[in-house]
């Protein structure tokens, strides 16, 4: 319940504030030019299958096998942020924020780092698998 309220009070203060400073501000480590740093993979059939492998072997145990927050190692109060597939988050993550997120991870509710595990490569073919998860708003 305190997850939800916090989460409710950042988006309320998201509004009149410059991308990058809200996702900060929910826990995450960005870098200032998170948002506008370009994926260097082609989103193609090859990076898209490199990055649903990727994503079953690390990210599918919490995410779920449709990226919906329903995995076994699920954070059951923090489900509605970890739904991949909500289009409303679409607009704030865009591939360099998806890729810092992965490449960082966050505390509580915990996701993880992935800078030791996997390489850039690896995260900018899951990111690009992930987005193909959202559902069109
Ligand atoms: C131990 C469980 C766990 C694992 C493993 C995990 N995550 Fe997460 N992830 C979370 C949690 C919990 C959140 C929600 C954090 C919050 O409250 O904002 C999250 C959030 C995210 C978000 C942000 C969603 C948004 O709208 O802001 C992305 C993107 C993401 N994860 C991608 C991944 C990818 C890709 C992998 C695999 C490389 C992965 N995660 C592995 C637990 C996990």
Redesign the pocket.
Known sequence: ML?AAI?IKATASDAGEATVTP?QA???TLPEDAATKQNPLKPDEKTVADGKA??KD??????GPG?L?D?P???PD?A?????T?PK?AE??PDG??FY??LN??G?????A?KD??SEQQ?WS??T??QTLRKKG
């Open positions: 997850v989460g996702v929910r826990g995450w990727v994503f690390k990210c599918q145990r919490c995410h990226g927050g995995g190692d699920a954070d923090a509605g942020d970890m739904d991949l909500n988050r704030r993550n924020v998806v997120k992965v991870g966050r509580r509710p915990k996701m993880p992935f595990e996997l995260i899951v990111v698998y992930v």
